[in-house]
Structure formats: structure tokens, C-alpha cells
């Protein structure tokens, strides 16, 4: 008796120290079908130290003290990667913001630290509305000294001319940006001329700088600008642009600062169109009763746009991918699950939300501070990036992680945190994937971390594109066998059972090889009522035609059976007939 | 030998005449068969509270046996005790509610009565649910309509028994039947809020005992 208690007692303790031993600290996190949190498999770590100013070859560090941003463009032509690095340098230390174009091994190629132009080529108005390092261009100065240009032609001063005349008696002036905020290259192919141009937020300086790369003269050591998108007449904003995007067309898209009314879309000349991607209230019938009330004061105030504050946009495929911060009134949240939008060229929002949850960063979050320095509220969305097979990733400020969603709008992984270590994210200002790898600039820390992606994601990435291409089972293409995406959900599967989106990629595999039982085993377990009802119907169709032969000649011979047995009793009885149809009941 | 056979067979009986003969004739001729049922003595305790079991078994068997197309829940989230309570709760706060609401508009009927009337009621709500759970089994996702319908009948025989026994138990007409149930919904929710406040309260007293404990064992005092 007492053995076994001792055995059963050793056994217990057994358990509980693999229990203590397995919940180890970096356990990931995600959603599951209900929405519910679940312990997961993180996707994108820290594997290599994160790059500071030294690592990236600027010689000091007060030239990297405010980054703002960071771009990564794939040559149309030679297809290698190249990447803008911002630095915002700072406004009120009379700083200019400097311009780092980086290889692919994250060095430093070049260093811009102020562009030219030609007032020719611009015309009166937009030359008195340039500024330079916070100042115009044109205003009185003191000084009636002779304004020198240097061995390359360039004017020595850049801004505070007298008048236009004098600004216009030089070839070259400089233009220095102030707290630069966003930088975006583009080139155009679809229509003559062919254009490659640089596109740069000059945020303080209240302008969009479009800047021709193919003028880079190596005596200035800088670009020329071409032209200068600054303050819409028509719009009553205070323009401080603060991210861009250029589509295809040529349209620059603008997400200026305290706008609430949308993206702003200029056409490729530099006017302004129209506000882009905003929701409008909708009305509740209580609503549209109380508006047959109303007086025409009234209802020309009311705000018919949801105000949305754009934080960060991407574009891929002609379609602008944009984050937001929730719409709050006031203290509260109205509407989180609109933060996320894939805005089409007409201007609706046509993201795809098939997954479990609503893509919106966490979808479960507390509302109110519970203790001190706590993070709560919504995830606020800063920056998104999309890769080829339309996956995206959105940062997230409130609590510093990193969400990865596939084209579906399914949650595929969870990944970074908050903190001050070396892998730990602080202040995101941008995020760019640079092949599988993603970088993240870092501000607070003033470093770029890459965030690689683990065993698990690189296969969940495989398994996405495959779904994305249309593979969802192997094929047999020029007799290679091209792995589809079951192949990588199974190994997926092996790696995390919990992860639930894997199943129905199994189950579909299943369901292309028309066997229906197991496609429905697979969707039960993905728990995906859609796809199982499909399987379902063409299972029952399959017992029914099976079966339907045999069950209805027994149907009916029991029938037929039972009348000749009913007419052969009738027979037999014969006179006690009347007697068997009796009286009934009451 | 033959005891035992004769003593299933009456037992079977029993059931038959009592469990589905009888609620079937409530339903088809409602006042007839509440009459029945209040002055000839044909409720049976036995029956109700046979009924009650039968009503949280079915609801615990929904959590399991219903087609994944209507139930996506996975089994670990059921909880018994809430099933029971859910059920046995609701019967009880809403006997209680009816009688003491009763009480005050002249109702003829006593505890015992209203409570195996509401028991009766369940009749309906556990056979369509039964035909619910298997059809469930069996239906594809553009079907489904069906068993939404079979559902809301149960819940609709449900009611409608409820209604028609009310009128017949306490000898009602139709307005003031109405202004019962009114005021039985307002006295159930009543009952429930007191209940919420006595938990609160008790789990209040409870931390404060708990807490002074704490204070003494803790505390260097003595």
C-alpha cells in the first residue's frame, strides 16, 4: 500500500516538474478561431545584433540621432536591393535631415545632406512657398553682402533672398529638408517618359520634394529636384506631410499630420485631387428619423467622415495598404476593426478579412489602465509592409510587436516585444521586409534590427506562397514534383499541432483529391464551418448515390410486401371485416 | 421471471401514457388538458422532475452530438454545472417569481402546480431538440434553415404551453395573463439582482474575515 503511494507520488511530482520545466519565459503568443489567446510559436526573432550607426558606416553618431525612416527599393532592373535611410536631424537645433542610400549589406553608399534646384524650372508661386531648413526662401534679409556661388555653381545661401528676381538670377540653390519624415522611390514604365524620381517627406518645410535620381551629379554629391508639391490652396490643412507613396500612375498619395480627413491624393503634376480612404458615419435609423428634424446649420456641421488618423501606408499590386489609429470619441473606442485597409485605385477598402479574427493587431486587449505604465487601449498601428506573395506585417507601438497576416487576412504569427534589450523593439518608426528578413527601425534606440524568421515561420511562409500561387496540393510539373502547400502545412503541423489556419490547408488538399471523409476530419479540426459544409455535401452525396439503390428496393419491397400481407389478412378474416373497422376513439 | 417482464411493461406503459400521450394532449387541446391537469390530478411530480433531468441532459448532449455546422465549440468549453444551474435556476426563479406575483392578482394556482406546469412546458423544447441534434448530423450548410425552424418550434411550443397554462392554473383571462407574465419577467429579475447583491456581499464579508486573518497570522504581534 504504501509503494504504490509512493509510486503514485513520484509520478505526480514527475509531471509537475516537466510542467514548471516546459513554460519557459519567450513562449509567443496568438489568436485562436474563437479569438481566445494561445500560447504559440513566435515567427520573426533577433538573431544578429542590431545594427547601430558604426555598424552602418556613418562616422557619427550625431548624424543618426533622429531616423525617421527607412526604404527598400528592388531595381527595376537589376533587381538588387537598395535602401534610404533617413535621418530627421533636428528641427530646433538647426540641423538638417541627411539622406543615407545603403547597399543590400546594410553599408553606407552615399550620404546626401541637401539637394539643388533651379528656380527656372518652377514657377513664382511655388518658389515663394519653398522653404529651406524651416525658413522661406524668399524673405527679406539682412545682409545686402554679394551672395557668392561656389566652384559648382551653386548658390552659397539657401533661403532668405530678398526677392524672386535675385533667387532667380542663379542656376543652383540648395534646399537643406527639415525633419524629413518619409522617403519613397518610383519608377514609372507606364507611360513616356520613363521617370525615376525620389519622392522625400519634408515634413517642417511644409513640402514633398519629387527628386530625379538620374541627375546624381558626383561633383555636388547630390540630386536635383524637379518638383515641389507644397501647401493645396483649396484645403484649409496645415500641410506636414508625413509619409508617401506613389502608385503606378504617378499620383503621389500623402498622409499628412493632424488630417483627419484621409489620405491625400496628388496627381502626378503636383495638384491636389481628393481625400482617398476615410469611412463615412454610417446612419442608424434613429439617425436618419432625427435628420428630418435638424436645421440646415445643423446638418452642414455634422462631420459625415469618420475622423481617421493615417499612420503609415505600403504599396503593391495597385494597391495601397494603409494603417491607422482606431477612431476613438473622445476616451472611447467606436471602431477598431477598420485599421487595417487595402485601399483599390476607386478608393474602396478591399482587404481580405476571411481569417478568424479581424486583422487589427490584438484583438483582445484591455480597455482601461490596470496598473501603472501599463499599455492599453488598441494595437496603434504605425507602419505596414507587404512581400510578393501579399503578406503583410504591421507594427505595433502600444505594445511593440510585430503581426504577419497572409493575403486572406489570417493571423500567421506573433513576433517581437517590448523592452530595451538589443532584441526587443522600442519605437518603431518603419518596417521593411528585405527578402524573407525584416528590418525595423528603431528610433528610441536609434538601431535597424532584423528580424529573421524561425523553423516554423519559414515554413508557414512557404505554405502561404503555395497558397497564394494556387498550389494547394503537389503537382507534377516537366515530371518534377512541385510541393504544394499541404506538403508545408503537414511539416507545420509537426512543428506547432495548436496551429489551427494549417489544418484546412490539409483539408483542401483532401478535398482536391475528392476524398471527402478526411477533408472533413481536417476542416473539423481548423474548425472552419464553411469548408466542412462543402465536404459534408459532397460526401453525402457520394453515400446517397452509393447506398440509394439498394435502400429504396427494400423500401419498397417492405411496402408492397406489407399491402399484400394487409390484403392476404383481410382475405383470411374475411367477414369479421366490419368488426376490424370498429369504432374509433372519442 | 414474469414479474420482472410485467413490471418493465408497466413501467414502459407508464411512460407512454404519462410522458408522451399526456403533454401531446396539452398541446393539442390546451385548456381541456391543463384542466386535466390541475383538478383530475394528472400532473405528476415524478413526470416534472423526470422532465427537468431529461431537459439538462439534452442540453448537455447539444454540446457534444450537434453537427459541426451548427456547433463549432470545441467540448472543453461546456460546462455541466452551469447546464444544471442554467436549467434548474431558471425553473425555480421563474416559479417563484410567478407565485409570488400570483399572490398578489388572486391566481388560483399553489407552488406545486405552477412549478410541474413549467415542467410540463419543457415537453416540446426537449423533443425538437432531440430531432434538432440529429438532423443537425445530417443537414449540409444550405439546409440548416431546417433545423433553425425545428428549433424555434420547440421554443415557440415552449412559450405557448407556458401562456395557455398560466391562464388555465390561475384562472385568468387573457389581459390579466399578460400583465402576470409582465410582472413575473420584473419579479424574476428582481430575485436575480438580490441574488447578485447577497453574493457580493458575502463574498465582501468573506474578504474581510479572510483579510483579518491575514493581518493576525502575519503580523509579528504577539
Redesign the interface.
Known sequence: MKKRYIKILSFILALLSFWTVASVDGLGYTYD??GNVIYSTEGLTVNQTPYIYSDLGIDSVSKFSNPTDLFVYTHHETDEKILYLLDGGSQSKKVASTLFILNDQLQVQQEITHFVYNPANFDDETLLAIKSLGQKVVSSRESTDEIKTDTNGVCELDSGFNSLEELKSFDLVKLYLNEASAVYRSYKRNSLPYTDYLYICDKENNQVLVVDYETYDSNLGTFEIVQIITTPKEENVKFRPSKTIVDAAGRIYVIASDVGDGIMEFSADGSFNRYVGTNYTSLSAWDIFWRNFSTEEQLAGENLILQTSFTGMAYKNNMIYATSYAIRNGNTVTDDKNMIKKINPSGKDVLRRNGYTVPMGDYKYSRTRIKEDDAYGPSNLECITVNEYGAYTVVDSTRDRLFTYDNEGNLLYISGGTGTQVDKISSPKAIQYLGENLLVLDADKKVIIIFEPTDIAKVINKAVQCEYEGRADDEIINGEVVRGAAYYWEQVIELNANYEYAYIGIGKKYMNNKDYKNA?YYF?LG?D??Y???A??QY?DGIIKQYFAPVMITVIALIVGLSIYKRIRKKKLGIKDEEMTGIGDE | MKKVWNKIAQFFKFVHEEMFRFPKYIIIHPLKGWEEFKRYGKGKMSVALAFVIIAIIVNIMKFQYSGFIVNDTSIKDMNSFGEIAYVVGAIVIITVANWSVTTLFDGKGNMKNIFMMICYCLFPYILCNIIGMILSNILTTDEIAIYNLVISLGVVLMVYMFFVGIISIHEYGLGQCLLTILFTIIAALIIIFVGILLFDLFQKVYGFGYQIYQEITLRDMF
Open positions: 478561431h474563437k472533413m473539423e474548425f464551418t464553411n466542412y459544409g462543402k459534408y455535401k453525402r
